[in-house]
Nanobody
Framework: QVQLVESGGGLVQPGGSLRLSCAAS????????MSWYRQAPGKERELVAH????????NYADSVKGRFTISRDNAKSTVYLQMNSLKPEDTAVYYC?????????WGQGTQVTVSP
């Protein structure tokens, strides 16, 4: 059974940091590209960051470049999102995604709220 379980969300003040984790199971994690998406209330889901299978290449949304870092540990089947200098506009539910060919898996999401 495929599972993606996100953790690490919560309430943080502007300028603070959070580290999200996504633990994967039930599929060959190391051969899947991994991404983090987010969806704010009333808005469409958007891509935040993406990392290739071996971690050799990453891409970020312009809004998070220089503040967020995506990484993966294939030995632990886990992908991370380090979020620094958080802003109120980063408030959203963050989702982990695994993709390869026609296969596309999603986690249940973790809430991140940035507020004074």
């Amino acid at each position: 059974q495929v599972q993606l379980v996100e953790s690490g969300g919560g309430l943080v003040q502007p300028g603070g940091s959070l580290r999200l984790s996504c633990a994967a199971s039930g599929f060959a994690f190391s051969i899947y590209r991994m991404s983090w998406y987010r969806q704010a209330p009333g808005k469409e889901r958007e891509l935040v960051a993406h990392i290739t299978t071996a971690g050799g290449s990453t891409n970020y949304a312009d809004s998070v470049k220089g503040r967020f870092t995506i990484s993966r540990d294939n030995a632990k089947s886990t992908v991370y999102l380090q979020m620094n200098s958080l802003k109120p506009e980063d408030t959203a539910v963050y989702y982990c995604n695994a993709g390869r060919g026609w296969n596309d898996y999603w986690g249940q999401g973790t809430q991140v709220t940035v507020s004074p």
